[in-house]
């Protein structure tokens, strides 16, 4: 399901909704944590990429598995050190950008309403700026994983 598209690797080719939307999502909720008066501006993106990142990641992930699997199964030596490395950061990724979505969809709901009071809002925020730099951290080291893989 997730090897090719039109005969070639699906990996490389939805890696980078991955590596371009995750760190978009991430300054994005950041900002709408950190700066309230940003939030009429962003609601809509935030809500919008909140379920396309991880959808994006999962698929980048299982197309990578695949094209393991069919491509480099017997991959040994350096090579096959650097793949394990950066198959490493694929489910840490993963759940750092479900944990990010979820996290900043609540906070868009937490801010709309006023019944849920400043406390909720403060702690949504924290844990949303939290989750924004470990998913920045895990793209990053992903990517260049990835990279160092491919052309290293």
Sequence with gaps: MFAEIAGLPLHPLVVHAAVVLTPLLAVLAAAY????????????????????????????????????ESRFASAGGRLGELIDEHE??????????????????????VTRRDRFGRTAESALSAL???????????????????????WG
């Design 33 to 68: 944590a950190l700066v309230p008066r940003t939030r009429p501006a962003l609601t809509w993106a935030l809500v919008g990429l909140s379920p396309v990142v991880p959808v994006s990641v999962l698929v980048a992930r299982e197309s990578g598995e695949e094209l393991e």
């Design 88 to 109: 490493g950061f694929g489910t840490p990724l993963l759940l750092v950008t479900l944990a990010l979505g979820a996290v900043s969809a609540a906070l868009v709901h």
């Design 128 to 150: 949303t700026v939290v989750l924004a730099v470990a998913a920045i951290y895990y793209v990053v080291r992903s990517g260049h994983s990835g990279a160092a893989a491919v």
